[in-house]
């Protein structure tokens, strides 16, 4: 599993597929005001950002994308110290 509550923190490590859009929503929902860290993710669906940009907790942690440190991360509120390529 990509996505998890690991140290009162909401995760999301490795490649995360479709499949974890509903433990995502959950985790959200299930645990207010819970941080969710995509620094440890590699590719994640677009289903899940649409989750955080959806429920909008806070996010913290760098996406290694750059598509997504452009295009998404603003949204999320998450200010990269990478330049958008």
Same mark, same amino acid.
Request: glycine share 16%.
């Given at each position: 599993?990509?996505?998890? @509550?690991?140290? #009162?923190?909401i995760v999301?490590? %490795?490649?995360? +597929?479709?499949e *974890? /859009? *509903?433990t995502?929503?959950?985790?959200?929902? +299930?645990?207010? %005001?819970?941080?969710?860290?995509? +620094?440890? !993710?590699?590719?994640?669906?677009? !289903?899940?950002?649409?989750?955080? @940009?959806?429920? /909008?907790p806070?996010?913290? %942690? *760098?996406?290694?994308?750059?598509?997504?440190?452009?295009?998404? /991360?603003? #949204?999320? %509120?998450?200010?990269?110290?990478?330049? /958008?390529?």
């Open positions: 599993m990509s996505v998890l @509550l690991k140290d #009162g923190s999301l490590t %490795g490649d995360c +597929g479709v *974890e /859009a *509903e995502l929503v959950g985790l959200i929902q +299930g645990n207010p %005001g819970t941080v969710v860290n995509v +620094g440890d !993710a590699g590719t994640v669906h677009t !289903a899940l950002w649409q989750v955080l @940009l959806a429920l /909008a806070e996010v913290t %942690g *760098e996406p290694r994308d750059p598509f997504i440190r452009r295009w998404i /991360a603003p #949204g999320l %509120g998450l200010s990269t110290g990478r330049a /958008a390529t």
